[in-house]
T-cell receptor, first 112, second 113 residues
Framework: DADVTQTPRNRITKTGKRIMLECSQT?????MYWYRQDPGLGLRLIYY???????NKGEISDGYSVSRQAQAKFSLSLESAIPNQTALYFC???????????FGPGTRLLVL | AQSVTQLDSHVSVSEGTPVLLRCNYS??????LFWYVQHPNKGLQLLLK??????LVKGINGFEAEFKKSETSFHLTKPSAHMSDAAEYFC???????????FGTGTSLTVIP
């Protein structure tokens, strides 16, 4: 258990609004990931980070940005939300020495 | 390149009967393979993982999976389904040196009383 928390757990916003989803962890894992889950599509990687100065795009980074403010915090921003970004968003963490990813509880986002 | 194909989007079994969830992978290099479970309105929990050790991997809650390189498969099995096994299951692949994990589209398991 990596003690990964995500805030908010649920969010409703309107098209064009800027929103931020936050992820924090308490165990000092160096690698952090943001995924989105859509029905029938599984999880797709948005961004990942190996440390505060290392940010990498994933499969579907368009329309998103991230910030690794500290080892323990990794934020995902939607600069101008669109309905297509309605999804369940997961943060995950991993140690460089370990294979396993540990997931947060998810944030359910609805863009109207 | 890495990818995963989960061959069934939905599987239904009766309680007490065996479970088989199928997963085929594609990987240019020796893969690490995982199965995660997601119960309704919950996050993802690791069931088991293969990382180049024993090809038959045992996980939590009585699940196991066998890595078959010749068939590029990593199917998940359980001898006897329980009602609490009803959930979404994801097969995941990562190249042994890779930075990214690739998820299958998921298999929804229904357990019939």
């Amino acid at each position: 258990d990596a003690d990964v928390t995500q805030t908010p757990r649920n969010r409703i916003t309107k098209t064009g609004k800027r929103i931020m989803l936050e992820c924090s962890q308490t165990k000092g894992h160096d690698r952090m990931y943001w995924y989105r889950q859509d029905p029938g599509l599984g999880l797709r990687l948005i961004y990942y980070s190996f440390d505060v100065k290392d940010i990498n795009k994933g499969e579907i980074s368009d329309g998103y940005s991230v910030s690794r403010q500290a080892q323990a915090k990794f934020s995902l921003s939607l600069e101008s939300a669109i309905p297509n970004q309605t999804a369940l968003y997961f943060c995950a963490v991993r140690d460089r020495t370990q294979e396993t990813q540990y997931f947060g509880p998810g944030t359910r986002l609805l863009v109207l | 390149a890495q990818s995963v194909t989960q061959l069934d989007s939905h599987v239904s079994v009766s309680e007490g009967t065996p479970v088989l969830l199928r997963c085929n992978y594609s990987s240019s290099y020796s893969p690490s393979l995982f199965w995660y479970v997601q119960h309704p309105n919950k996050g993802l929990q690791l069931l088991l993982k293969y990382t180049s050790a024993a090809t038959l991997v045992k996980g939590i809650n009585g699940f196991e999976a066998e890595f078959k390189k010749s068939e590029t498969s990593f199917h998940l099995t359980k001898p006897s389904a329980h009602m609490s096994d009803a959930a979404e299951y994801f097969c995941v692949v990562r190249a042994w040196f890779g930075n990214q994990f690739y998820f299958g589209t998921g298999t929804s398991l229904t357990v019939i009383p």
